[in-house]
């Protein structure tokens, strides 16, 4: 893993977190993204080297909307970027790690994601995350 590409915060409502979010860092969200196979409508916040991702759900049955339903609005999971996530999803697996999607898809910020099950990373959802254009399959 090369470092925490990102940390993802569920939100009831993305418009008052990223001003609250903008008041925080001082700076403006550069991008909003809907990834609809997901129903969650994302936001971007560069921080240093790493990003803060907010996510609202666009519809009940989402897993940012069940996730709120059930805790709250916080902290949804820990990104972290790798170079090959075909070989990490295969070493974490070999390790122990629940993988939720064992074929990577596509996510937020023109990425490949992968997620750990939470029940395998001490009740942490981690996410594994490559740029779409370094190995794409």
Do not use: W
């Amino acid at each position: 893993m090369q470092k925490i590409e990102h940390i993802g915060i569920a939100v009831k409502d993305l418009e008052n977190a990223n001003l609250l979010f903008k008041k925080l860092l001082n700076q403006t969200h550069y991008k909003i993204e809907e990834v609809v196979s997901e129903g969650v409508k994302t936001s971007f916040f560069k921080v240093g080297e790493s990003k803060i991702e907010l996510l609202q759900a666009t519809n009940n049955e989402s897993p940012i909307a069940k996730f709120i339903a059930k805790k709250g609005e916080g902290v949804h999971h820990i990104a972290f970027a790798v170079t090959d996530i075909y070989a990490e999803i295969k070493r974490l697996k070999s390790e122990g790690f629940t993988i939720l999607n064992e074929k990577p898809k596509e996510g937020a910020d023109n990425k490949l994601v992968a997620f750990l099950h939470p029940k395998s990373s001490n009740g942490v959802l981690i996410e594994l995350c490559q740029e779409k254009e370094r190995n794409d399959k």
